[in-house]
């Protein structure tokens, strides 16, 4: 049986790139957490490939993004968000 395996370090060692190249290359599933100063984003990796990811940052959001690149009214992910 596998045992779980918890990992705690430090940006200044390792680059957020090479954590992820280093999770994708061994295929693993764990979440991964990166604070910094107040900001907080989070992934969840599955077998080596991102399936979920958020950030405490407006900007960084999902809904912000589409409105911002044009793909989604502020009005129409409104109602989507009130619908879900």
């Not at 190249?21 to 693993?28: P, S």
């Not at 990811?53 to 959001?61: P, V, W």
């Amino acid at each position: 049986m596998l045992k779980a395996m918890s990992l705690r370090g430090s940006l200044s060692t390792m680059y957020a790139e090479d954590v992820l190249d280093w999770v994708a290359k061994r295929k693993l599933s764990a979440p991964i957490t990166f604070e910094r100063r107040g900001l907080v984003r989070s992934l969840v990796v599955e077998e080596g490939q991102i399936v979920w990811a958020s950030s405490n940052r407006r900007d960084e959001q999902l809904g912000f993004v589409l409105i911002r690149s044009g793909l989604v009214s502020e009005r129409n992910l409104a109602n989507a968000l009130e619908a879900r």
